[in-house]
């Protein structure tokens, strides 16, 4: 079956730092891949997305890339700030049988803390 | 543009007593409607999904069941509630690959 791994977590880093948080994935067929951001008590928002591979998806000064070969869509921000605090989520889509129902997959979590 | 509204935002219950939450989407027709769980620890577990009017299909059994009397709307139950059902539940809806999540419910259950 489809499967996620991200890195473990908490990361904590300091305001402008350069943030990297590794996914990795398993799927049959050609599944398209996301990130997906958290704030505190609230629900999950789509950060950016890929859907073949050596796309880049980019939004909020955040990107991955759809990487096929080594089954990993890796989220990096050249320089984070205090307000990217957050849980972020890496998932992937279902598309077995040609389905479209959008179901996901998601990966563990990584909690990312920025200090001033 | 479409939202999807949850309700209530929290809710604390004594075990054994009935549950229902309701999701609504608006600004979309016949969307594909989910509910997931998140329990301490932050994983996202997904429970139900339904691609249309009173269709339904479940992920994991367990002490929920869901239903979607309407096309935009989807409401998870309960008969009796365990402790373990404590949890933040998120509805999301999808047209294609991508989701879209509500607010939540942080659902305690004592």
């Known amino acids: 079956g489809n499967s996620v791994t991200q890195m473990e977590g908490p990361v904590t880093l300091s305001e402008e730092a350069f943030l990297t948080i590794n996914c990795t994935y398993t799927?049959?067929?050609?599944?398209?891949l996301f990130w997906y951001v958290q704030y505190p008590g609230e629900g999950l928002q789509l950060l950016l997305k890929?859907?073949?591979?050596?796309d880049k998806g980019s939004n909020k000064g955040f990107e991955a890339t759809y990487r096929k070969e080594t089954t990993s869509f890796h989220l990096e921000k050249g320089s984070v700030q205090v307000s990217d605090s957050a849980v972020y989520f890496c998932a992937l889509s279902d598309t077995a049988g040609g389905t479209s129902y959008g179901k996901l997959t998601f990966g563990q979590g990584t909690i990312l803390t920025v200090h001033p | 543009s479409q939202t999807i509204h949850q309700w209530p935002a929290t809710l604390v219950q004594p075990v054994g007593s009935p549950l229902s939450l309701e999701c609504t989407v608006e600004g979309t027709s016949n969307p594909n409607l989910y509910w997931y769980r998140q329990a301490a620890g932050r994983g996202l577990q997904l429970l139900f999904y339904?691609?249309?009017?009173?269709?339904i299909s479940s992920e994991v059994p367990q002490n929920l069941s869901a239903s979607r009397p309407q096309d935009r709307q989807f409401i998870l139950s309960s008969k009796k509630l365990l402790l373990s059902d404590s949890g933040f539940y998120l509805c999301a809806w999808s047209k294609g690959y991508e989701q879209y999540f509500g607010p939540g419910t942080r659902l305690t259950v004592t």
């Open positions: 339904s691609v249309g009017i009173g269709q």
């Open positions: 799927a049959t067929g050609y599944p398209s």
């Open positions: 890929a859907t073949k591979a050596d």
